[in-house]
């Protein structure tokens, strides 16, 4: 993990972590956790979080989670305080607020967190009023992944984040259910999941099922997955009526609980840039992430972007006028069409990368 205990500044008795969402980005959070808990294995951390975020990490060690659903909107903000203020007690602050989400609604949130520090992002990354409710940034470094930009909370701290490490809480009830989907054999399983919670990041459905049937020709197995959605199925559906060779359909059937442990079991993960993306990555399965509304070196899968389709460039001169390298750091393209400039060569190109860096492919590698 991080830098050794015995070299790290003295702790704070508590810090407050605020990232209510999404599943991508507190799956970036939890690395930023075990650099706390290493430098400081005793110190109080409350994580305020959103409800299905809590659902895929509840049970992390060490981290008492509060949750906060924005539908409650202000009256939930104080009812936040006030359980808040019931668990700090004789203290009635944290230490340190580590405010993690410039969303105008997170900024609001932040204010009902009683804490002395308050550290938040630097000004380049701020937005809605975010520096209003913090007293100190992290370092100002452009160009980096959304990972390392939350890792670096740590610095105002006197910590560097030094090792990136996930270690998601899975249970085995999780696993069990996961192996029991299909044979635990020499077979290697490409695993889809074709929905993002941004549509205007997903790719046509009949191009997902052209490369599903490629791999299906070279001997693969192919599995869907998703959530419950209205999106997700129909999505599922065009994919199989689009298929020339069998699928295994788990739309909508796992938990968040069990989605680490479905996508831990793959040997490759295609996905638009989505939460199952960076679960997958934390969970050492490779990902062909179809990048070109986002940027994969920023939120594509933090370990490995080797097998990524990335059309970021080709978007930007197509619909702002200009190269990435002129936009600003974080520039989302999401206009319509704009994941058709990914062709299914190019997914197929990124599949056959993939291959030939693993030619002896077996199931065995995720049991």
């Known amino acids: 993990m991080s830098a050794a205990s015995s070299s790290a500044p003295?702790?704070?008795?508590?810090?407050?972590?605020?990232?209510?969402?999404?599943?991508?980005?507190?799956?970036?959070?939890?690395?930023?956790?075990?650099?706390?808990?290493a430098?400081?294995?005793?110190?109080?951390?409350?994580?305020?979080?959103?409800?299905?975020?809590?659902?895929?990490?509840?049970?992390?060690?060490?981290?008492?989670?509060?949750?906060?659903?924005?539908?409650?909107?202000?009256?939930?903000m104080r009812a936040l305080r006030g359980e808040l203020r019931e668990r700090l007690g004789a203290?009635?602050?944290?230490?340190?607020?580590?405010?993690?989400?410039?969303?105008?609604?997170?900024?609001?949130?932040?204010?009902?967190i009683p804490a002395r520090r308050r550290v938040g992002y630097d000004r380049s990354r701020s937005k809605d009023l975010h520096g209003v409710f913090i007293n100190e940034r992290i370092p100002d470094r452009p160009g980096i992944h959304v990972l390392d930009a939350?890792?670096?909370?740590?610095?105002?701290?006197?910590?560097?984040?030094?090792?990136?490490?996930?270690?998601?809480?899975?249970?085995?009830?999780?696993r069990e259910w996961a192996r029991a989907q299909w044979p635990q054999d020499d077979v290697p399983t490409l695993l889809i999941s074709p929905c993002s919670s941004h549509v205007l990041r997903n790719w046509p459905a009949d191009?997902?099922?052209?490369?599903?049937?490629?791999?299906?020709?070279?001997?693969w197995r192919v599995v869907l997955c998703g959530g419950r959605s209205d999106l997700e199925r129909a999505t599922g559906d065009a994919i199989l009526s689009a298929m020339a060779h069998p699928a295994l359909d788990l739309i909508g059937k796992d938990t968040l609980k069990q989605l680490p442990a479905l996508l831990e079991r793959g040997q490759l993960l295609m996905t638009p840039d989505s939460g199952p993306m960076h679960i997958a990555n934390a969970m050492g399965t490779k990902v062909l992430g179809l990048h070109a509304a986002s940027n994969p070196a920023r939120s594509g899968p933090y370990s490995d972007r080797r097998y990524c389709v990335d059309r970021y460039d080709d978007a930007a001169r197509r619909y702002l006028g200009k190269p990435a390298s002129e936009l600003r750091w974080g520039t989302k393209i999401e206009h319509a069409g704009v994941m058709d400039l990914i062709t299914v060569d190019d997914a197929i190109a990124a599949f056959k990368r993939y291959c030939a860096d693993h030619p002896i492919v077996s199931s065995q590698e995720n049991p």
């Open 10 to 37: 003295p702790a704070p008795a508590s810090i407050c972590l605020l990232r209510l969402s999404a599943l991508g980005d507190v799956t970036h959070v939890v690395p930023l956790v075990r650099t706390l808990q």
């Open 39 to 76: 430098a400081w294995p005793h110190v109080r951390l409350t994580w305020v979080i959103g409800k299905g975020e809590h659902r895929l990490l509840a049970g992390l060690p060490g981290v008492d989670f509060v949750e906060y659903d924005k539908k409650t909107g202000v009256a939930g």
């Open 91 to 112: 203290a009635k602050r944290f230490d340190v607020l580590l405010q993690m989400q410039v969303a105008a609604r997170a900024n609001l949130l932040s204010a009902f």
């Open 150 to 174: 939350i890792g670096s909370f740590c610095e105002p701290l006197g910590l560097r984040q030094e090792r990136v490490i996930w270690d998601l809480p899975v249970p085995d009830d999780a």
């Open 207 to 219: 191009r997902l099922a052209a490369v599903a049937d490629h791999a299906a020709e070279r001997g």
